[in-house]
């Protein structure tokens, strides 16, 4: 990105950059992305997604990374998505497991797009949903 500034509306704050501002953007829709994950889990019978500003600093991170992969591919997916998700989940050493667990690392979506249970392929696609329709960008 530019290190183009915009300026703020408030006289008091120093100006930011554009990469600032669009890391910002990006919080925000992050934050945006997963209330929505977590109300849709808890209609699911899903209680495990704590709020927002209580979630782990890895979970946080992981939704980070799936929003500015639509904000730089706004035609991506939701299988791309995934498979961006489990790339990073591999990396980090996770495995499938049948049940998630944060401390051994296991996962029961760690499988291709096309083997993950409908609720799951909904959350993905709701997911690229919101994060499109908090940035502006069509459907």
């Given at each position: 990105m530019s290190n183009v500034n915009v300026k703020v509306e408030n006289p008091n704050q120093a100006e930011v950059s554009q990469e600032q501002l669009m890391q910002q953007v990006a919080i925000l829709t992050a934050r945006s992305a997963h209330e929505v994950n977590r109300a849709y889990c808890r209609f699911l019978g899903d209680e495990s997604q704590a709020p927002w500003d209580n979630?782990?600093?890895?979970?946080?991170?992981?939704?980070?990374?799936?929003?500015?992969?639509?904000?730089?591919?706004?035609?991506?997916?939701?299988?791309?998505?995934?498979?961006?998700?489990?790339?990073?989940?591999?990396?980090?050493?996770?495995?499938?497991?049948p049940v998630r667990d944060t401390v051994a690392k296991t996962?029961?979506?760690?499988?291709?797009?096309?083997?993950?249970?409908?609720?799951?392929?909904?959350?993905?696609?709701?997911?690229?949903?919101?994060?499109?329709a908090s940035l502006g960008i069509p459907q």
């Amino acid at each position: 990105m530019s290190n183009v500034n915009v300026k703020v509306e408030n006289p008091n704050q120093a100006e930011v950059s554009q990469e600032q501002l669009m890391q910002q953007v990006a919080i925000l829709t992050a934050r945006s992305a997963h209330e929505v994950n977590r109300a849709y889990c808890r209609f699911l019978g899903d209680e495990s997604q704590a709020p927002w500003d209580n979630a782990p600093d890895w979970q946080k991170a992981s939704i980070m990374n799936g929003v500015i992969a639509i904000m730089r591919n706004p035609s991506l997916t939701p299988a791309q998505s995934h498979s961006c998700w489990m790339a990073e989940k591999l990396k980090e050493s996770w495995v499938y497991g049948p049940v998630r667990d944060t401390v051994a690392k296991t996962h029961p979506y760690l499988v291709p797009y096309d083997k993950l249970p409908r609720e799951q392929i909904l959350k993905d696609v709701l997911f690229g949903a919101v994060v499109r329709a908090s940035l502006g960008i069509p459907q």
